[in-house]
Nanobody, 117 residues
Framework: QVQLVESGGGLVQAGGSLTLSCAAS????????MRWYRQAPGKQREFVAS????????TYADSVRGRFTISRDMAKNTVTLQMSSLKVEDTGAYYC??????????WGQGTQVTVSS
């Protein structure tokens, strides 16, 4: 089992920056790929960014590439999403997802990001 706790959400003006963090506990050291997803009101959850074990490969959604940066700390079992040049359309609940070495998926409870115009 892996428990995930996100933090760092909040209210920010358009053009501003925010950093989200996700801490994995339990079997967090077995985290393989770590991902961020988001869900805006009335919309489906969508992929934002991912990072492989060891941090070798980062992947981004087209909508955030160049503005968001994903990173992870293997020693602390954490993944961070640095968000800059935020837009109103970045508003939503952001969820951390972990895929373990044995293929199981775990989700955090989400943290709200609201970007005002």
């Amino acid at each position: 089992q892996v428990q995930l706790v996100e933090s760092g959400g909040g209210l920010v003006q358009a053009g501003g920056s925010l950093t989200l963090s996700c801490a994995a506990s339990g079997s967090g050291s077995a985290a393989n790929v770590m991902r961020w997803y988001r869900q805006a009101p009335g919309k489906q959850r969508e992929f934002v960014a991912s990072i492989t074990r060891g941090g070798g490969t980062m992947t981004y959604a087209d909508s955030v590439r160049g503005r968001f940066t994903i990173s992870r700390d293997m020693a602390k079992n954490t993944v961070t999403l640095q968000m800059s040049s935020l837009k109103v359309e970045d508003t939503g609940a952001y969820y951390c997802n972990v895929e373990t070495l044995w293929g199981s998926h775990y989700w955090g409870q989400g943290t709200q990001v609201t970007v005002s115009s």
